[in-house]
């Protein structure tokens, strides 16, 4: 998520708020953060306030000495009394998500995000937070952890954004082992999301070996998750983050998916990103995206051959071989997203998805325009 550091006077407890720049077309300013150049204090009745002057004065919250050109009628940020601003939901985003926990019962080896073991329940703070959505909001991400560790009340989120965006798809990413409980994967099918999709993580066509990239032993957990989520009509995908450990069994994996899950509507293969547990392990997990190209190419041949979507995340069209760059979806989030000096000129950079801004370090030698 993007952040901003600012100085801030008055705001003693993180503040939610959605951003109006004019104040006008509002009901109650009370959700309201007013974002507004030359403003030295917070008009009464906001939330709070953000303007771009340093000496910021007066009794209500409000932060200063900021770049005000980052803010968008819409955006939904929280200021906490460390003075950082962070948006939580970006009005020009189309990659806008719910942070349903950041507990989890997996412990995977290059997981970007090591889970918490303790925390509050987010729920509440999360309903709050989708009520200030724009309404015409066209997409929803529900992430984690492992957003089914909040059980019952990831259905709440679900409703909640179901009311509060109802154009909006939405897509969570779970590792599905909750899924194995066939009444809660009924559950979400009663929630009659048309437009809802799951992604679920697996990593080989071998349990032992998925079971040691996830750090519990949960392969057939996830299996049986698959099964019950198809059986009552869940859109689902399934996700193979690449590494040192899976890329040698890709095609054997494809062939497992198409065998065991014909019904999947997409088979995604991740570039992986080198932050969390990823860095921490990365000299068991860092191969060159370039040096895995065979095994890629052959396991997205074996399921489109077979009728099944497949799609590579997050790679470079540059270090994939042209057969299958039609497969490349750009998913980096915007705030994460950056091209190397390399990418100057070249003609394919509105299409290429770059690179995760933490993957500045390890990314392909076979960087080249094109
Ligand atoms: S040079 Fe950069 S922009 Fe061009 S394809 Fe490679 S990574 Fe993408």
């Not at 939901?89 to 412990?107: K, Q, W």
């Not at 921490?280 to 997205?300: F, G, R, S």
Request: glycine share 6%; proline share 4%.
């Amino acid at each position: 998520m993007k952040q901003i550091h600012t100085n801030i006077l008055n705001i003693k407890d993180t503040i939610l708020g959605k951003i109006t720049l004019t104040g006008k077309n509002i009901f109650g300013r009370k959700d309201y953060i007013l974002v507004q150049k030359g403003l030295i204090s917070c008009p009464s009745g906001y939330a709070a306030a953000i303007t771009n002057i340093t000496d910021i004065i007066g009794n209500n919250p409000i932060a200063g000495g900021t770049d005000i050109e980052e803010f968008h009628e819409g955006d939904v940020v929280t200021i906490n009394k460390e003075g950082e601003i962070t948006f939580l939901y970006e009005i020009e985003s189309t990659s806008n998500a719910v942070f349903a926990t950041g507990r989890c019962n997996h412990r995977c080896i290059m997981c970007p995000q090591p889970p918490v073991v303790h925390e509050e329940d987010m729920t509440p703070f999360n309903m709050k937070l989708i009520s200030l959505f724009n309404k015409n909001t066209q997409e929803v991400g529900i992430t984690g952890g492992e957003p089914t560790m909040i059980g019952d009340k990831l259905f709440d989120i679900i409703k909640q954004i179901k009311k509060y965006t109802p154009k909006a798809a939405i897509s969570i990413l779970s590792n599905g082992v909750k899924f194995a409980d066939r009444d809660y994967a009924m559950k979400l099918a009663l929630c009659n999301c048309c437009d809802l999709q799951i992604d679920v993580p697996i990593f080989s066509d071998v349990a032992k070996l998925h079971n040691e990239i996830v750090g519990a032993n949960t392969f057939y957990k996830t299996v049986q998750g698959l099964y019950n989520l198809a059986l009552f009509g869940t859109k689902i995908g399934i996700r193979v983050v690449v590494h040192k450990k899976t890329y040698k069994r890709l095609p054997q994996l494809a062939d497992f998916i198409y065998h065991n899950f014909p019904f999947v509507c997409n088979v995604a293969f991740m570039q992986m990103e080198t932050i969390g547990m990823a860095e921490e392990n990365i000299h068991d997990l860092w191969i060159d995206p370039y040096d895995y190209n065979k095994q890629l190419v052959e396991a997205i041949e074996i399921l489109r051959s077979r009728g099944l979507q497949a799609s590579v995340y997050n790679a470079q069209l540059c270090v994939l071989p042209e057969q299958i760059r039609d497969t490349a979806i750009q998913s980096i989030s915007e705030w994460k997203d950056v091209y190397l000096e390399e990418c100057e000129g070249c003609k394919l950079i509105v299409q290429c998805g770059g690179f995760f801004a933490s993957n500045k370090k390890y990314h392909s030698s076979h960087i080249q325009k094109i």
